[in-house]
């Protein structure tokens, strides 16, 4: 099983920044999937989460800027990021609790 996240990068606080995590050797429609970040020097922090049949749930930090989805077809989740703030830098995780992804790096510079 290997879940790869993409999409991270470079941003100006204020932009946007779509990330993808994609499977192979798991059916991602029948899991349910985290986010977490970890910053520099911090804890691995809850993100967002997606159930199998679509319902997520944000932390109260990333509420109304971020939105989680699924393309089960493509066992792919994502992770729309808006209105990026500096203290949104972190390396970003998918996981289905069971299996993590390597993460991919969000800067976001003020």
């Known amino acids: 099983v290997q879940l790869q996240a993409s999409g991270g990068g470079l941003v100006q606080a204020g932009g946007s920044l779509k990330l993808s995590c994609t499977a192979s050797g798991i059916t991602f429609s029948n899991n349910g999937v985290d986010w977490y970040r970890q910053a520099p020097g911090k804890q691995r922090e809850f993100v967002a989460f997606?159930?199998?049949?679509?319902?997520?749930d944000y932390a109260s930090s990333v509420k109304g800027r971020f939105t989680i989805s699924r393309d089960n077809a493509k066992n792919t989740v994502y992770l729309q990021m808006n209105s990026l703030k500096p203290a949104d830098t972190a390396v970003y995780y998918c996981?289905?609790?069971?299996?993590w992804g390597q993460g991919t790096l969000v800067t976001v510079s003020s």
């Open positions: 996981t289905t609790r069971t299996f």
């Open positions: 997606i159930t199998s049949a679509g319902t997520t």
